[in-house]
């Protein structure tokens, strides 16, 4: 059975941190390349950082490049995102996303507030 087991939201005020973690199974992880989503109510959900299990090559959106790190412990099967500097704007729920060539996986949301 694959699983993807987002954990680590929560509240935090303005300028606090946080650490995201994804825990995958049911799947060969070093395949694949692992996302982080995020959606606002009403809004699309949008891909925010990635990692590729392959090569470590990653992206990040411009607006938490500098702010976001994402991790990858291949022998643990989690990724990691370590978030900085949350903004309001960060407020969201988060989705891990695991792709692969031919298939794609989806976890639960964590939930991010950022508010004082």
């Known amino acids: 059975e694959v699983q993807l087991q987002a954990s680590g939201g929560g509240l935090v005020q303005p300028g606090g941190s946080l650490r995201l973690s994804c825990a995958a199974s049911g799947f060969t992880f070093n395949d694949y390349t692992i996302a982080w989503f995020r959606q606002d109510p009403g809004k699309e959900r949008e891909p925010i950082v990635c990692i590729s299990n392959k090569d470590g090559t990653t992206y990040y959106k411009a607006s938490v490049k500098g702010r976001f790190t994402i991790s990858s412990d291949n022998a643990k099967n989690t990724v990691s995102l370590q978030m900085y500097n949350l903004e309001p704007e960060d407020t969201a729920v988060y989705y891990c996303?695991?792709?692969?060539?031919?298939?794609?996986?989806w976890g639960q949301g964590t939930l991010v507030t950022v508010s004082s």
């Open positions: 996303n695991a792709k692969g060539r031919l298939r794609e996986f």
